[in-house]
């Protein structure tokens, strides 16, 4: 037997782009075929071009890529140029008066600034981050709830060339000291509280408590007052943001550095063990940032981009702070959650900001759809015309209903495959020329050279899954694991010795050359000998009506390798007794009529909600250890809310 995994889903249904969508793309059937055919045929100079065209370099570079390190690949490594500079300063002579950002409170009070009034904020700040001692190539932490602030403290570092590291708002102290720690940072910057579902969510506390214990390489906490909460300050140490930026100029003149100079470490989310410091790179990681907001968002002047992503996610960096704006659009952000004070908030941000391209996670989506139809329909989303999706695979039944009811059957929705390692989309729709499958990220992007490949590095070409990787290094690829170049080749290039990028992700392609992800490989199942993806059984079971999540875990088993364990979420109370183990069988019957019977769940249990980091991505070691009856003793300090583990703990009577 093929120890590559089997493809079980079969979803076939085609949306190919309409005429109205093709007339306006920014990236036609000829150009992407222009564009494929110079990456064919020269793929340095095919970076190098857009390198140019798409940003402004204080010196130009000589040299594309240099891989005289691998892997430790460089991109125009002897140019310069400076990120907020190519965030803000250019567009001011023609843009001024253009919004930049709309920001929705979580009270629903709004704000707004123009990239004249986000320049000046900006200056101001870095001035004052240089008055606190901030120098080029330190480390600065940025801990702050989801506010037009984050934007500008990211911007000042980029602009003063200090290298900035978002740790989420909603990460405890110890997970911000050990970030802190890894990092070597010199400051945070921070808020008193963050206002989230109608509360105050404290911040400060937070660094209290992991500075009490470690951290010692800070020097110094800014803190921007958000709510009227107290704030007790360190004499010293901490320094209000009000006072910080007080007489401070609102010009400073952006530092220019080497394109390879970091601009942010982002600790990943941790779905597969400890966290890592992806380090990137300022013009390789601007330069995808910039071309895929133009390829995959499609975007033009006239739009209201919204990502929903914080900040603290790689998704809010590449789409929230830094594609759109250097590309001078206007971007919403929204400090608020999806269900507050109703689950019809995000169609309500939508319609009262009049936003035209909305990018959201499959987790989103399936909470949002719970909900039923009625909800959107109270909403105009009549300006929406772009719809994408991010985080994890996305079942095809979620992907329907994103389509049919917030896109009105016309919006083109980009699935789009990428990692906090990859800086930016690799595989995606390009939705003026791409043919969707529902589920599928469908292609890799011009210039990504994205394969599948078994386990001796053969490649697969339709059919059986395999290992997703890359075979040439990409200008926005992260550099290194920050502190640890050893960790780094071992995760991502060992296994094919430096041949390929290794991704971490199963995936398997179609006849039509599409890309299905199934899954991470640490996830792969194997059912009496057959290898499965966990995403195709846990489409199949939210393809049942009354299932609203599902995650799939395998738990050894003597006679079959593994046997199919599936953690469940209805959307219906789950009966007692007899009911409930009627309900199983159903469940496992659905499963069989929908795949086949050798994906069927040999044990279901029923909770009401998944283990989830704070990405909302489910983290299925804890569900493998809970299906193994195991205590957990691993790293539970991204998960979302740990109390739901008990739920699953509880056999079911
Ligand atoms: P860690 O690496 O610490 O385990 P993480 O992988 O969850 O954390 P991210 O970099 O945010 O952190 O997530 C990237 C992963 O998310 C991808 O490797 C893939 O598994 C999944 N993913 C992202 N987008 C998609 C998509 N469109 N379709 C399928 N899977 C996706
Ligand atoms: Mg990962």
């Known amino acids: 037997m093929s120890n590559n995994i089997e493809s079980i889903l079969h979803e076939d249904r085609i949306f190919k782009p309409t005429a109205d969508f093709k007339s306006q793309a920014n990236i036609t059937e000829e150009k992407y075929h222009a564009l494929k055919a110079k990456a064919d045929e020269d793929y340095e100079g095919y970076w190098c071009d857009l390198a140019r065209e798409k940003l402004d370099w204080s010196k130009d570079f000589t040299v594309g890529l240099d891989d005289s390190n691998a892997p430790f690949y460089k991109w125009f490594a002897d140019g310069e140029l400076n990120a907020s500079y190519n965030c803000i300063d250019r567009h001011l002579e023609e843009k001024e008066d253009k919004l930049a950002i709309i920001f929705e409170a979580d009270d629903g009070s709004v704000e707004q600034y123009t990239y004249k009034e986000l320049?000046?904020?900006?200056?101001?700040?870095?001035?004052?981050?240089?008055?606190?001692?901030?120098?080029?190539?330190?480390?600065?932490?940025?801990y702050m709830p989801m506010i037009p602030q984050a934007v500008f403290a990211m911007q000042?570092?980029?602009?003063?060339?200090?290298?900035?590291?978002?740790?989420?708002?909603?990460?405890?102290?110890?997970?911000?000291?050990?970030?802190?720690?890894?990092?070597?940072?010199?400051?945070?910057?921070?808020?008193?509280?963050?206002?989230?579902?109608?509360?105050?969510?404290?911040?400060?506390?937070?660094?209290?408590?992991?500075?009490?214990?470690?951290?010692?390489?800070?020097?110094?906490?800014?803190?921007?007052?958000?709510?009227?909460?107290?704030?007790?300050?360190?004499?010293?140490?901490?320094?209000?943001?009000?006072?910080?930026?007080?007489?401070?100029?609102?010009?400073?003149?952006?530092?220019?550095?080497?394109?390879?100079?970091?601009?942010?470490?982002?600790?990943?989310?941790?779905?597969?063990?400890k966290p890592k410091g992806i380090q990137h790179s300022t013009g390789g990681y601007l330069l995808n940032a910039y071309v895929t907001n133009e390829w995959v968002f499609d975007l033009?002047?006239?739009?209201?981009?919204?990502?929903?992503?914080?900040?603290?996610?790689?998704?809010?960096?590449?789409?929230?702070?830094?594609?759109?704006?250097?590309?001078?659009m206007t971007i919403v952000m929204f400090e608020g959650v999806p269900t507050y004070p109703d689950a019809g908030r995000f169609w309500q941000v939508c319609q009262d900001h009049g936003v035209t391209v909305f990018y959201t996670a499959p987790t989103a989506?399936?909470?949002?759809?719970?909900?039923?139809?009625?909800?959107?329909?109270?909403?105009?989303?009549?300006?929406?015309?772009?719809?994408?999706?991010?985080?994890?695979?996305?079942?095809?039944?979620?992907?329907?209903?994103?389509?049919?009811?917030?896109?009105?059957?016309?919006?083109?929705?980009?699935?789009?495959?990428?990692?906090?390692?990859?800086?930016?989309?690799?595989?995606?729709?390009?939705?003026?020329?791409?043919?969707?499958?529902?589920?599928?990220?469908?292609?890799?992007?011009?210039?990504?050279?994205?394969?599948?490949?078994?386990?001796?590095?053969?490649?697969?070409?339709?059919?059986?899954?395999?290992?997703?990787?890359?075979?040439?290094?990409?200008?926005?690829?992260?550099?290194?694991?920050?502190?640890?170049?050893?960790?780094?080749?071992?995760?991502?290039?060992?296994?094919?010795?430096?041949?390929?990028?290794?991704?971490?992700?199963?995936?398997h392609l179609d006849h039509d050359g599409n890309f299905w992800i199934m899954g991470r490989i640490d996830d792969v199942l194997n059912v009496s000998g057959h290898r499965l993806g966990t995403m195709e059984i846990e489409s199949a079971l939210v393809s049942h009506e009354h299932v609203a999540e599902a995650a799939v875990v395998g738990k050894p088993h003597d006679v079959?390798?593994?046997?199919?364990?599936?953690?469940v979420v209805m959307n219906?109370?789950?009966?007692?007794?007899?009911?409930?183990?009627?309900?199983v069988q159903e469940l496992r019957n659905h499963v069989a009529k929908?795949?086949?019977?050798?994906?069927?769940?040999?044990?279901i249990r029923f909770g009401s909600n998944l283990p989830k980091t704070r990405s909302g991505k489910i983290m299925r070691r804890l569900l493998r250890s809970i299906a193994k009856g195991e205590e957990i003793t691993s790293d539970t300090s991204t998960l979302e809310d740990p109390s739901i583990l008990d739920q699953f703990m509880q056999p079911h009577k």
């Not at 900040?311 to 702070?321: E, L, M, R, S």
């Not at 929908?594 to 044990?603: C, N, R, S, V, W």
């Open 119 to 142: 320049h000046d904020e900006v200056c101001r700040l870095a001035n004052a981050l240089t008055a606190q001692g901030i120098e080029k190539g330190d480390r600065v932490i940025i």
């Open 156 to 273: 000042a570092c980029a602009r003063i060339g200090a290298i900035h590291s978002i740790v989420f708002g909603g990460f405890s102290a110890e997970a911000l000291r050990d970030r802190i720690e890894d990092a070597g940072a010199r400051m945070v910057i921070t808020a008193n509280a963050g206002c989230r579902g109608g509360k105050s969510v404290p911040l400060k506390g937070a660094v209290d408590a992991a500075l009490e214990k470690g951290g010692d390489s800070v020097r110094k906490v800014i803190v921007y007052k958000r709510t009227d909460d107290e704030v007790p300050m360190k004499e010293g140490r901490d320094i209000s943001w009000h006072d910080a930026i007080a007489g401070m100029s609102n010009y400073h003149d952006a530092v220019m550095v080497n394109a390879e100079h970091p601009l942010f470490l982002l600790y990943t989310s941790g779905s597969t063990g």
């Open 300 to 328: 033009k002047d006239s739009d209201v981009f919204w990502c929903t992503a914080d900040v603290g996610w790689i998704t809010g960096h590449t789409y929230v702070a830094y594609g759109p704006l250097s590309m001078g």
């Open 365 to 507: 989506i399936r909470a949002l759809m719970k909900f039923g139809d009625d909800l959107p329909k109270q909403y105009d989303l009549s300006k929406l015309r772009l719809l994408g999706t991010v985080g994890e695979p996305i079942n095809p039944e979620a992907w329907i209903w994103y389509h049919d009811v917030i896109g009105r059957g016309e919006c083109p929705i980009v699935d789009t495959w990428w990692q906090t390692e990859t800086g930016a989309h690799m595989i995606a729709p390009v939705p003026g020329v791409t043919d969707l499958k529902p589920g599928s990220c469908t292609k890799p992007l011009p210039g990504i050279d994205a394969h599948i490949v078994d386990e001796e590095g053969v490649e697969l070409t339709h059919g059986e899954g395999g290992y997703l990787v890359v075979r040439k290094p990409w200008p926005s690829m992260v550099r290194t694991i920050w502190n640890d170049d050893e960790r780094f080749v071992d995760t991502y290039f060992a296994m094919f010795k430096n041949k390929y990028y290794v991704v971490g992700d199963s995936a």
């Open 560 to 567: 079959k390798g593994e046997s199919i364990f599936a953690f």
């Open 572 to 583: 219906m109370e789950v009966p007692p007794g007899d009911e409930r183990l009627a309900l």
């Open 594 to 603: 929908e795949i086949g019977p050798i994906a069927k769940p040999d044990d």
